[in-house]
């Protein structure tokens, strides 16, 4: 299993790197869609949609709805960030309250529906923040890279209190505050390389807890979805690592709405020193 999951990764992470720092427009938004639309795949196994060919229709539904919103723009708009702020929500009272509220979700049509606001989103929030000449969105890779190491080591060296028992046995407290001591360092860091100022540092690091925390609710709901459906991976497309969402969960939920802060805060009340378009 080692051995694959090296071999996996060997190419798997350059090719990541690539597609989205070396890509730019159209390219980029196909790359992304391709994802995200194998993330769409898998989702239709968990909300419960086990047969190929209707699993094939309704990635062939989302393909549609990514072409229209390119075509007309939407791929760049703020709505669909707002969607995801209300649709995380939304998620954010079905885990807590796992599995009591369970009714609520469980019928493959609302699954579904879920996932809509979750995929959806997430490819306008990675374009949103390519478009910003990609600093932005090297920032939130990073950010949930950090929040994942944070929290490893913190929660093996402290964890005691789990986070959500039900959901994800494995996750702690000690482990979510280490993630958030981590990142707060990394925004810090952006803060002065992209001289923000006081204001505007402090802003970032804000934003970046909250993401942070998001993040953390995006594995926690593949972790729910997958728990209800009894399964340990949402596909084998990645020998060694499982599936794409398994790879991008907490991406789907910081993706949408660090773009979202980046447009309302960031960028509206600090684009005078903000520094958006450094080549990558």
Request: aromatic fraction near 12%.
């Amino acid at each position: 299993m080692l051995r694959q999951r090296i071999i996996t990764a060997a190419w798997l992470a350059p090719l990541t790197l690539i597609g989205l720092f070396g890509l730019q427009g159209g390219a980029f938004a196909l790359f992304t869609a391709l994802i995200v639309l194998l993330g769409a795949w898998e989702w239709a196994n968990l909300a419960g949609v086990t047969r190929q060919r209707a699993r094939l229709q309704l990635v062939a539904v989302l393909a549609l709805l990514m072409a229209g919103m390119w075509l007309s723009g939407a791929v760049f708009a703020v709505w669909p960030l707002w969607l995801a702020a209300v649709g995380w929500l939304v998620n954010l009272y079905w885990v807590v309250r796992y599995p009591a509220a369970g009714a609520q979700w469980q019928a493959t049509g609302r699954r579904l529906a879920m996932g809509l606001w979750v995929l959806l989103p997430c490819w306008v929030g990675f374009n949103v923040l390519r478009d910003s000449g990609a600093i932005w969105l090297l920032f939130v890779m990073l950010l949930v890279w950090t929040a994942d190491i944070g929290a490893y080591f913190a929660g093996r060296q402290w964890g005691k209190r789990k986070l959500a028992p039900r959901v994800s046995p494995g996750k702690s407290w000690e482990g979510v505050i280490g993630g958030l001591v981590a990142t707060s360092l990394l925004a810090l860091a952006f803060a002065i390389w992209q001289p923000l100022g006081v204001a505007g540092g402090l802003a970032l690091i804000i934003i970046t807890a909250l993401v942070t925390l998001i993040s953390v609710l995006g594995d926690l709901l593949e972790s729910m979805l997958k728990r209800y459906r009894n399964i340990k991976d949402s596909s084998q497309l990645l020998p060694g690592h499982g599936g794409v969402l398994d790879r991008i969960d907490s991406l789907t939920a910081a993706i949408p709405l660090f773009a979202l802060l980046y447009l309302e805060v960031l960028v509206a009340r600090f684009a005078p020193v903000l520094v958006q378009g450094l080549p990558l």
